[in-house]
């Protein structure tokens, strides 16, 4: 049995070089070590995938650097909507919630969907009235925007919706992760990207687009949406491997290939059933980080090896 292992990404709407300054940075690789961390601890006391899963993108949701929860980017109307996925892969059991505004950690309403209705995916108001019905408190719209997020949008705006670089673009928070049982499970929370069209919805809550577990692989997708929707890239990549016989890295290289072929750029992290990994993006960078066994967590943002 392979180790158990976690990966987290911060997204693929990484601050250009330039603006990355070194307290940035660092608050960056802080959240990412924090999330693999939480989800590491679980893994290591034999805990579910799906547990480590959701800890680990808990973590990133309550970390304003990255675009989901607090820190979610803002429509073009200036409101916030945000969207989130968990999915097991030994049950395929899925939760999905769309559009929404309230909770703190959209991903574990992602999860109350899959465990306490009979339902798959829930969007809207009364998503809403579901949550608040089984205790999820809510918060105002304060609590998520933050002052970085509300110059983006209004870069978005004076540009006539063209961004100064990833960072106003896109960017999402997911992880995937194998347990010491052998099982894997995939988790997607999102905010969406700066200056969206208020009802618009990306891949990250849609099965088999951003976000996809089975009993071979899992992978969460960050990027342009529209395109992980378009080729079915999570499911792609699960389909490759199961019914192609590939293995994950060849599988992983021809989704994003597909992704790029419709112009969307973007990346994902992905772990299949023998505790390979794998990392890939096409933007200038991808907030990412891996943690196997009891090893500390390496992390990376631009095109480098992970360091500790």
Known sequence: MPEATILVHGGAGTLSPDRLTPERRQAVVNGLKRALQAGQRILAERGPALDAVVAAVSALEDDPSFN??????????????????????????IGAIAGILGPRNPVQAARLVMERSSHVFLAGPRALEFLQSHGVPLEDAAY?????????????????????????????????????????????????????????????????????????????????????????????????????????????????????????????IAVDRHGNAVLPFNTSGMYRGQATGTSPPRVGIYAEPLFP
Not at 198 to 218: E, H, K, Q
């Open 68 to 93: 989901a929860g607090r820190g979610a980017v803002f429509t073009s109307g200036g409101t916030h909507e945000m969207d989130a996925a968990v999915m097991e892969g030994a049950t395929s059991r």
């Open 144 to 268: 998520f925007g933050t002052e970085d997020r509300r110059a983006a949008l209004e870069d978005y705006l004076r540009n006539e919706g063209k961004p100064a670089d990833d960072f106003n673009r896109h960017g999402t928070v997911g992880a995937v992760a194998l347990d010491a049982h052998g099982n894997l499970a995939a988790a997607t929370s999102t905010g969406g990207m700066t200056g969206k069209m208020p009802s618009r919805l990306g891949d990250t809550p849609v099965p088999g687009a951003g976000t996809w577990a089975d009993r071979n692989c899992a992978m969460s997708a960050t990027g342009h949406g529209e395109s992980f929707i378009r080729v079915a890239a999570a499911h792609e990549l699960a389909a490759r491997i199961r019914l192609a016989g590939e293995d994950l890295p060849t599988a992983a290289a021809a989704v994003l290939a597909a992704v790029a072929d419709l112009g969307g750029d973007g990346g994902f």
